[in-house]
């Protein structure tokens, strides 16, 4: 299989990722937790530079595409024993914009905020999260993008 193969399969994957945790939220309802939106940035970068590299076969480009697929691939590992409490997560949370806006008004917006947790398992199939899901996935683009950087590219001299 060619690089530029690889590297389009591998932009691909990030992209049915991306786009099944986007059809969660908005198609099931299935409001996304700091965690999960910080797992969706690496797949989005993965699928740009899979484009990049449709059109320039670089084995820098499939490094990269590997970097970021790690990195979403370590996120969602992170996320899932953060689930199973294995380790605390983070106490975060997201408010929205509070610039220009009163103490009555930034309170009624908290309080108005969803409160999606990381430790809460929202959905699940075989016994694995989403976020155990992606981190098993993502570590298998990981291995495709590698096997993209190992591709020569050009023609082969006849032997």
């Given at each position: 299989?060619?690089?530029?193969?690889?590297?389009?399969?591998?932009?691909?994957?990030?992209?049915?990722?991306?786009?099944?945790?986007?059809?969660?939220?908005?198609?099931?309802?299935?409001?996304?937790?700091?965690?999960?939106?910080?797992?969706?940035?690496?797949?989005?970068?993965?699928?740009?530079?899979?484009?990049?590299?449709?059109?320039?076969?670089?084995?820098?480009?499939?490094?990269?595409?590997?970097?970021?697929?790690?990195?979403?691939?370590?996120?969602?590992?992170?996320?899932?024993?953060?689930?199973?409490?294995?380790?605390?997560?983070?106490?975060?949370?997201?408010?929205?914009?509070?610039?220009?806006?009163?103490?009555?008004?930034?309170?009624?917006?908290?309080l108005a905020?969803?409160?999606?947790?990381?430790?809460?398992?929202?959905?699940?199939?075989?016994?694995?999260?989403?976020?155990?899901w992606n981190?098993?996935?993502?570590?298998?683009?990981?291995?495709?993008?590698?096997?993209?950087?190992?591709?020569?590219?050009?023609?082969?001299?006849?032997?």
């Amino acid at each position: 299989m060619s690089r530029r193969f690889l590297t389009t399969l591998a932009g691909l994957g990030s992209a049915g990722l991306l786009l099944a945790a986007l059809g969660f939220q908005y198609l099931g309802a299935l409001a996304p937790c700091p965690l999960c939106i910080t797992q969706r940035w690496p797949h989005l970068a993965a699928v740009l530079i899979a484009v990049v590299a449709f059109i320039v076969p670089a084995r820098v480009l499939a490094l990269a595409g590997a970097a970021a697929a790690a990195v979403t691939s370590g996120v969602g590992a992170y996320h899932f024993g953060v689930e199973r409490r294995w380790w605390e997560g983070p106490d975060t949370c997201v408010a929205g914009e509070i610039g220009g806006k009163s103490p009555a008004e930034l309170l009624d917006q908290i309080l108005a905020a969803p409160v999606v947790r990381c430790d809460e398992i929202a959905w699940e199939f075989l016994g694995v999260s989403m976020a155990g899901w992606n981190a098993l996935a993502s570590a298998g683009l990981v291995l495709i993008w590698l096997a993209a950087a190992t591709r020569r590219t050009g023609v082969r001299a006849a032997s």
